[in-house]
């Protein structure tokens, strides 16, 4: 199975910053991976596909970037609305696997 | 708008049998990869199994921690994805979420979910 592990599991963020998170693949997965946002009592809602793709109606302050093993997730500029936790998933082969979450939180 | 609403969870015990339904709109079904992905709070999204599209023969796909034990179906005609789950162990207490995966593979759009127990 093709593990992902995300960094870092909480980061600590104010209104205005940039923030990237890293998901990193344990075999080549080529460009086949995609971002998740979950907020609390809420189910996950997809950002980004085929690592850079932005999903329709997603705010343009999102954007992915990576290929083969090394993926990031950036918002540009942190909105009140993006404090939630973000998920990164590989769908190069089966199993599909997911990272185990970065949870954004407030400063 | 695409909707995916689950139905069929409670609390089973240990070597039960549990069968989960999704009911699904807004969207063509019979051309759709259907998912199930299940959450907990110890171990995040898990995915769970696939079932693919008649044009991929319904081919079925699963996760190594449920293989033999849980089934993925469709009903086409009633928009309508299924999971049964047998033998089940206390370490498949999740929310189990139905997702919509296109013909791309990734989780296009998401249910609620529904909470299975497995206890005594």
């Known amino acids: 199975d093709i593990q992902m592990t995300q960094s870092p599991s909480t980061l600590s963020a104010s209104v205005g910053d940039r923030v990237t998170i890293t998901c990193r693949a344990s075999q080549s997965i080529s460009s086949w991976l995609a971002w998740y946002q979950q907020k609390p009592g809420k189910a996950p809602k997809l950002l980004i596909y085929?690592?850079?793709s932005l999903e329709s109606g997603v705010p343009s302050r999102f954007s992915g970037s990576g290929s083969g093993t090394e993926f990031t997730l950036t918002i540009s500029s942190l909105q009140p609305d993006d404090f939630a936790t973000y998920y990164c998933?590989?769908?190069?082969?089966?199993?599909?696997?997911f990272g185990g979450g970065t949870k954004v939180e407030i400063q | 708008e695409v909707q995916l609403v689950e139905s069929g969870g409670g609390l089973v015990q240990p070597g039960g049998s549990l069968r989960l339904s999704c009911a699904a709109s807004g969207f063509t079904f019979s051309d759709h990869y259907m998912d199930w992905v299940r959450q907990t709070p110890g171990k995040g999204l898990e995915w769970v199994g696939r079932s693919k599209n008649k044009a991929n023969f319904y081919t079925t796909e699963y996760a190594a921690s449920v293989k033999g034990r849980f089934t993925v179906s469709r009903d086409d005609s009633k928009n309508s994805l299924y999971l049964q789950m047998n033998s089940l162990k206390t370490e498949d207490t999740a929310v189990y979420h139905c997702?919509?995966?296109?013909?791309?593979?990734?989780?296009?759009?998401w249910g609620q979910g529904t909470m299975v127990t497995v206890s005594s």
């Open positions: 085929k690592a850079s």
């Open positions: 997702t919509t995966a296109g013909s791309s593979g990734y989780e296009i759009a």
């Open positions: 998933q590989q769908y190069s082969s089966y199993p599909l696997t």
